[in-house]
Each structure stands twice: as C-alpha cells, then as structure tokens.
C-alpha cells in the first residue's frame, strides 16, 4: 500500500536534492533532468519537474531568475540563499551575510505573516563593471586632459 501524506524523501527527490548538493546549485531544469537522468534512468523528466516544483514549495529550493529565459534551481540551505547579481556582466555573487532578522520580524509582526525561506537577489553592478562604468564617465568628461 502507498502511504500519502508527510513529505517522504522519495528517491527522485532525494536524487534531485543529492545533485544540487554535489554541483552547488545553480542548475537549470534541462541540466537537473540530464544529470537525473545519467544517475538513475528511471526519473522521467516529468517526475523532475514534479520533485522541483515541490522542494521549492516546501522552501528546500529557490528559483533563480538570472536572465529572463532561464531559472536556475538553487538549495536554500538554512532555509536562505542570497545573491548578488551584475546585470552588466551577469556574473553571480554568492553572499552569506544574512541581516534580515529584524525585517523578518517586523513582517511576522505587522502582517502576521510566517517567513519560512527567502531567496535574495540583489542586482546591481559588480566592483569590476562600477569601475569600468566609472571609467567611461571619467572619459566622457574630460577628454581633453593629456
Ligand atoms: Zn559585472
Ligand atoms: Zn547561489
Ligand atoms: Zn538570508
């Protein structure tokens, strides 16, 4: 008999958790269902999209909108993840500097509402692409320097 209920670690979910965890995160559904797919053939692709959609309801992995076509699935280890995204050079900054308590408090005070997880996403440019930027400004207004 099949036992309903609870959120067993059935073996899709535990061979999808077990390759996020090896790889870092950061995979996309079509790499998740190859990389599956070579560890147990059985998993249909279906059945990935399935586990996916449940580990990110349940806050065990968030989405990643990093360009507007791909979401790329990460483990929201601790129930957070934050990143740093430059959106000139889509480069990806893991941070783990969490100061959100305070928020997180003041939203479970003032909308009676439970966090459970969060995936922060910060976009902006990285030290590299603000100095280049910065670079160009400079250019651009004084030229006739040298
Ligand atoms: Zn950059
Ligand atoms: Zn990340
Ligand atoms: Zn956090």
New binding site residues.
């Given amino acids: 008999m099949l036992r309903a209920g609870g959120y067993k670690l059935t073996i899709p979910r535990l061979t999808v958790l077990d390759i996020l965890e090896e790889m870092g995160g950061h995979l996309t559904s079509t790499e998740l269902i190859d990389l599956v797919e070579q560890r147990n053939p059985t998993i249909g692709r279906a059945t990935v999209f399935r586990t996916l959609d449940l580990l990110a309801q349940l806050g065990i992995v968030g989405k990643s909108a990093q360009s507007s076509s791909t979401i790329s699935y990460v483990l929201m280890s601790g129930g957070h993840h934050h990143h740093l995204v430059?959106t000139?050079?889509?480069?990806v900054i893991e941070f783990p500097e969490c100061e959100l308590t305070d928020l997180l408090n003041l939203l479970r005070s003032r909308y009676g509402f439970h966090p459970e997880s969060h995936l922060l996403e910060v976009y902006g440019?990285?030290a590299?692409?603000k100095a280049w930027a910065d670079n160009l400004d400079l250019n651009d207004s004084h030229d006739t320097e040298g």
């Fill in positions: 430059c000139h050079c889509q480069r440019l990285c590299e692409c």
